[in-house]
């Protein structure tokens, strides 16, 4: 099924369907582990420079090569990897849409203290921003992903929280 | 002085220096903890709906009155509140630009196991991406902030950061 906007949105234009095709296509990547598919979707030529990606609680990276190795270590360090992919907001402007998202992430990775845990099996939440930039070709192409983790506890006792 | 690209890029085109400039503002709307200053460089009038704001830690808060409250709450929480922001990148497509820095973060909380501790002082970094779009009257208004705090240890033993 075709990815669908949170139920108080406006029903999908093509253009913003288009887009949230593209976000549903990189998340299969990545849940396949099918670095090909997720090189083909991340930018490339002139604009590869502006490749940009944060992963949850670490450093972003810049440019096309430094974010598809920071993709290709995830997915070799995880034997099973699934995205609930939820709240799926799409905004169009020009060249450019911006996609906003909660991915619900199940992992075969030991569980941490902030986890939901299942028998061998460890879940989270996470809160991503997607940037995706419409090729001459009319490919949407990912050049800024930034995901990051929502702390159950609301994170209010944090001085990162502070902003 | 003006906001500067880092030392490996290009220097920033007039464009790209007003969209930093208007991003150097909104921290310190938030520092000062001026809240009708933040209100007038967050999206408006028919964008209005699209305001996103993704705070350390916290789920997404979607719409212009729904974010200007959770700053509101956010700056009500802390006497003390400091930004030094680095690494700021611009790209800028038609009436949209993608601002992507790092918030180091010093505020007067306690102090968490995550934080660097100086006497009084609590100290964080976190990684923020701030989407931009130009209105008719060529004010640079946000309506995407995603902050997220990077975790000392990298991260790396939590299925949060599978992503």
Known sequence: ??????????????????VALANEAFYQAVEDGDLDAVRALW???????TA?????GQPAVHGRSKVLMSWAVVMSRLSYLQFFIMDVRVVV????????CVE??????????????????AGGRAEATNVFRRMADGRWLLFAHHSSPVFPSGGGDSPDSAD
Do not use: R
Request: hydrophobic share 40%; proline share 12%.
């Open 52 to 56: 940009h990606c944060v992963h949850p």
């Open 43 to 49: 930018i490339d030529g002139e604009h590869a420079d």
């Open 104 to 121: 619900n992430v199940l992992t075969d990775l030991p569980a941490s203290a902030d986890a939901v845990d299942l028998p061998g099996f």
């Open 93 to 100: 402007s020009g060249e450019i849409a911006v996609v906003t």
């Open 1 to 18: 099924m075709a990815p669908q906007p949170p139920v108080d949105e406006e029903p999908f234009t093509a253009e913003q369907a288009a």
